[in-house]
Nanobody, 124 residues
């Protein structure tokens, strides 16, 4: 499966963005999806995950209550709605996919397929 992340940009603190991850070339509904982010000089970390059916989700503590992950299997797309953005949310955001991933899987190496990343910059 190929993944294409989009929707990043520059926003002021307190603002919102919605990221999209569009998939092609596979049966999208059979893949669990994760959003990761990587700030300059830091490791790639998990932000949120959603199960194949969309029934199970997981959020990192740092984004809980502010970010919402969802998916539309008919459109082969996963979304990450980001509200109340903070400067520390600044990073390149990546979507990743694999089959039979635990809902709280935090290790990037466990995901086989990756999108190209989209930059999110939050100004103070």
């Amino acid at each position: 499966v190929q993944l294409q992340a989009s929707g990043g940009g520059l926003v002021q603190a307190g603002g919102s963005l919605r990221l999209s991850c569009a998939a092609s070339g596979g049966t999208f509904s059979t893949y669990d999806i994760g959003w990761f982010r990587q700030a300059p000089g830091k490791a790639r970390v998990l932000v949120a995950t959603i199960s194949r059916s969309g029934c199970s989700t997981y959020y990192a503590d740092s984004v809980k209550g502010r970010f919402t992950i969802s998916r539309d299997n008919a459109k082969n797309t996963v979304y990450l709605q980001m509200n109340s953005l903070k400067p520390e949310d600044t990073a390149v955001y990546y979507c990743a996919a694999d089959r039979f991933i635990a809902v709280a899987e935090t290790i990037p190496g466990r995901y086989h397929y990756w999108g190209q990343g989209t930059q999110v910059t939050v100004s103070s």
